[in-house]
């Protein structure tokens, strides 16, 4: 049982070595790319400052992408005040609620809350 649970802890040490250098070649390599699409839900402000999200050349080139949703709080005067990851890569996702923080909407009468979607698409 003691050279089975070696070879188990082996295995597991390995893997887990492979996951902390990927993720840290993901880190290491973040370049600026444009996701490729923006979706809005419903008829909502116009955006008037758009920050494009970074999207790291590692997992582009794994041709790894997909949607992320992200709920935005918008304030009256335009500025985003907060937002919160629906659903998505947590990678990607980190990377566009970083971006959709610096966005700009135009002035309305009150405070809103938005659904953001962004489409990576490592094939553009």
Known sequence: MGKR???IRRRVGG????????LTVLGATSKVSQAQ???TSGDERKVLTRVDPEYPDALKKLYIGGVVRVE???AANGAVKGT???GGSPILG?????AVRQWRYAPAAGDETLTVRVD????R
């Open 94 to 98: 980190q990377s566009t609620m970083k």
């Open 120 to 123: 990576f698409d490592p094939h």
């Open 37 to 39: 699409t923006y979706f």
């Open 15 to 22: 893997g887990l070595l492979l996951i902390l250098s990927v």
């Open 5 to 7: 649970m070696n070879a």
């Open 84 to 86: 919160k990851l629906l």
């Open 72 to 74: 935005v709080q918008v």
